[in-house]
């Protein structure tokens, strides 16, 4: 069964990160996903900000789901690189991973995320650009 047949399945019990995480599924497809994490205080570095590789792994993860929306069913992805830029930190409540696919070809896939406030779009906390390898599974 492939990861996107688990993620409709199954949900977010289809990652284990996404349990340990506490990492909701709040739509995927054609694409793109959207995915939201409430922080928490074990989440913080040692000044109490969320640590900043939350906010890479939330918005890794919706790039990672957004990508499978646009796969065929013989391929899969590994990372190439990715890039984060930080706007502004965040201590608490809940944020919310937008990805979208901007390119997909035959070898290399490209997308891009940014992680909010999940009630105020306007406050942008990070954005990640990726890029990724089309790999052929048999």
């Not at 069964?1 to 995480?21: D, H, T, V, W």
């Not at 497809?29 to 939350?54: C, E, F, Y």
């Not at 009630?119 to 048999?138: G, I, L, N, P």
Request: overall charge negative.
């Amino acid at each position: 069964m492939s990861y996107l047949e688990n993620i409709r399945k199954l949900g977010r019990n289809a990652n284990p990160f996404f349990c340990q995480m506490g990492i909701d599924i709040v739509s995927y497809d054609a694409g793109s996903a959207v995915l939201t994490m409430q922080v928490r205080p074990d989440m913080h570095n040692g000044v109490g900000w969320l640590q900043g590789g939350m906010l890479v792994a939330l918005a890794d993860e919706a790039i990672a789901l957004a990508l499978y929306t646009v796969l065929k069913e013989d391929e899969g992805i590994a990372t190439i690189s990715e890039s984060t830029s930080f706007v502004k930190g965040v201590r608490e409540g809940v944020i919310v991973a937008k990805a979208k696919v901007i390119k997909k070809g035959r070898r290399v896939a490209f997308a891009e995320a940014e992680v909010f406030l999940d009630s105020d779009e306007k406050t942008m906390f990070s954005r990640t650009s990726a890029a990724f390898a089309v790999t052929v599974t048999e």
